[in-house]
């Protein structure tokens, strides 16, 4: 399956127009194949959080005195955000009030600077709980949001390893989009049910294929661990 053959022809097996036999269904100006896909794939990426979601470690420097760090564009959700090096420590997500709650002040109400130990995110940036006193660096690691499928990105994981996912979630919006009640094609319900059997499914293979993670201090070397028991 890839983006060429869900918005080929109805004569093209495979073709959401085929699945639908709708030669209506058509991809580039007038048509309302790119959109049914569209929105699929962006119902799919609202819950599913697979490890082939994941991003690579997203490094930099926190700034002194500057308690906001810009959200990555593509970001669904952070995974582990740290500062690394020798101030190395995980920071915790917490609510915006406990955040805000952890607001410290000196004497004449200005913010006191310090390591931050917790955040929260928005649209916009990462909120830590304290302006920093140093120039920590720092690694995220996010869930993201993959490119949109296109002529020129006719694949991604959920093509390729999900395609059963892929074709339901469409199938719901080809139902919708067909405006026709009944049984089998256009059964909107059928196809959000196999849809969300599907998701399930994505998810218990990613949940599985961490089932072998640590979950304890990890020592390395013969020498005492630091204060988490891992080294970066």
């Not at 593509?74 to 090096?85: A, K, N, R, S, Y």
């Not at 304290?130 to 499928?149: I, R």
Request: aromatic content about 12%; hydrophobic content about 40%; charged content about 15%.
């Amino acid at each position: 399956m890839d983006w060429n053959t869900l918005t080929a022809a109805s004569t093209t097996a495979g073709s959401l127009a085929n699945w639908a036999n709708k030669s209506t269904i058509t991809s580039g100006a007038g048509g309302v194949a790119d959109a049914i896909i569209q929105e699929a794939t962006s119902w799919i990426y609202q819950s599913l959080r697979h490890w082939l979601m994941l991003t690579a470690p997203t490094t930099g420097t926190m700034t002194i005195g500057t308690d906001t760090i810009a959200v990555p564009d593509d970001m669904l959700e952070p995974d582990v955000f740290m500062i690394t090096g020798i101030y190395k420590q995980t920071l915790v997500q917490k609510t915006q009030e406990e955040v805000l709650a952890n607001w410290q002040y000196d004497g004449s109400g200005t913010r006191i600077n310090q390591q931050p130990v917790m955040y929260f995110f928005n649209q916009s940036y990462i909120q830590l709980d304290s302006p920093p006193d140093q120039a920590y660096p720092y690694a995220l690691t996010y869930f993201q949001q993959p490119a949109a499928l296109s002529d020129s990105n006719p694949t991604n994981f959920l093509t390729s390893r999900y395609p059963r996912l892929l074709r339901a979630a469409c199938m719901m919006g080809v139902a919708e989009w067909a405006k026709e009640a009944g049984q089998g094609t256009f059964d909107r319900t059928y196809w959000m049910q196999i849809a969300q059997e599907a998701m399930d499914k994505a998810q218990a293979d990613s949940d599985r294929a961490k089932r072998a993670a640590v979950t304890g201090a990890v020592f390395i070397g013969g020498g005492a661990p630091g204060p988490s028991g891992y080294h970066w």
